[in-house]
């Protein structure tokens, strides 16, 4: 019986380990797929693909910053009701890409851009995006004070 039992248990782990290495898998695919509808400018087929990303894998800042970026972009295409709910996916998704992965500085610089230049009643914060300049350039090794992020004094 122990026999049969570790046998048991083997294929489980095996089961157990193939599963997850095939949603990786998929997930993958299905991140290269949206990347793709982004990079032609088809942001409705990218959305729900990348919703579902973020819904199995809520801890990886590359969907929710793709997720975002794709929102952000279809919030250009539709009328301005509708882009203001686009707009706060987008600020809420780049917020949580920051908080999972708060040294990427193409996650800073998508969030900061969204600070300058959002209106406040959708999030938009001058301080905040100065803030965030001043990350980058720390992380970016520039400490120069008087030069922000684009190399303007």
């Not at 920051?98 to 406040?120: F, H, K, T």
Request: aromatic share 12%; proline share 1%; with cysteine.
């Amino acid at each position: 019986m122990f026999k049969a039992n570790r046998s048991f248990s083997w294929l489980l782990l095996y089961g157990v380990l193939f599963s997850s290495a095939l949603m990786a898998e998929n997930a993958n695919e299905s991140y290269q797929t949206a990347y793709q509808h982004y990079e032609n400018e088809q942001y409705e087929a990218a959305i729900p693909l990348l919703e579902k990303l973020v819904e199995a894998e809520a801890d990886n800042a590359d969907f929710h910053h793709l997720l975002a970026r794709c929102y952000g972009r279809r919030a250009e295409q539709v009328n301005w009701f509708s882009a203001i709910k686009y707009a706060e996916k987008t600020r809420e998704h780049l917020e949580l890409a920051v908080d999972l992965d708060s040294q990427n500085v193409e996650i800073l610089d998508d969030m900061m851009d969204y600070y300058r230049e959002a209106p406040g009643f959708l999030g938009g914060d001058k301080k905040k995006a100065d803030e965030i300049e001043a990350l980058i350039n720390k992380i970016s090794g520039n400490n120069d004070i008087n030069v922000n992020y684009y190399g303007k004094n």
